[in-house]
């Protein structure tokens, strides 16, 4: 070990929590995730008292903020993401380790975000088509969920791209066009206004709860444990997703697209 961990190391067998802690709020993100790999001791260090704790994630919310707001721009180029005449690319997600292209025939292709490389494609609906079959795409811990203006609702392991659901299941001419994943459930909305929640029940995406209220055409969802919310091209709406109902005592907002 170099002397910054010998340091460091002496710290942790004296106790010294508040200061280890402003140590590691110096820190960038990404040399951050690289500490908790040192050893247990650190790793269970930072997500304890920097990850789960309130003081620990304002401080790092605040430097987020403040480096969004004043630092350069780290801008990066990929020449290889593809693109061909007709096949355009529809939507974009990304998180700290890919980026996920959805196209307008229906596929959606999965790159390295460091390198750029293409590590997998997906065919997000059931056939190649020929004609505009746009993708939307959600990613979380561990899958992606795409979504096709034909409506096809597919959920794939986020290593290696393996298809783990595909279905209509909001009909087999219903177009989707919202999709929110989770860690708990994935919630998927179409054009007749349904939502619909699958929920991983022993290795398997199944649909557990299939909710009718609205009659609006869903544009978009988001969504946090126990509420979600859905954007139509002419409200917002808030749902109990512990109940799987619309709350309907709550004024709704109007909205014009």
Known sequence: MDSGSDILNRLFEMDLDEMIQKIFLYLDPLSLKNCKCVCLDWSEFIQKRLWNSKLGQKQLQNRLIN???????????????????GNEINFLVCDNEI???????????????????????????????????????????????SVTDTGTVTVWDKRDGTMLYQDKHHGEHESVFGIKVTDEYILTGAGNGSLYMLESIGNEWKITHEMFENKEGVTHIDADGKWAVTGTRKSIKLWDLEEHKMVENVKLVKVKV
């Not at 480096?67 to 005449?85: F, L, N, T």
């Not at 025939?105 to 065919?123: I, N, P, S």
């Open 67 to 85: 480096q969004w707001k004043h630092s350069e721009p780290v801008i990066s180029q990929y020449d290889r993401v593809a693109v061909e005449p």
């Open 99 to 145: 980026i996920v292209c959805g196209y307008t025939r229906g596929q959606a292709r999965v790159y390295d975000m460091h390198t750029g490389e293409l590590k997998f494609q997906l065919q997000c609906n059931s056939q190649p088509m020929r004609i505009y079959d746009g993708v939307q795409l959600d990613l979380g811990r561990n899958v992606i969920g």
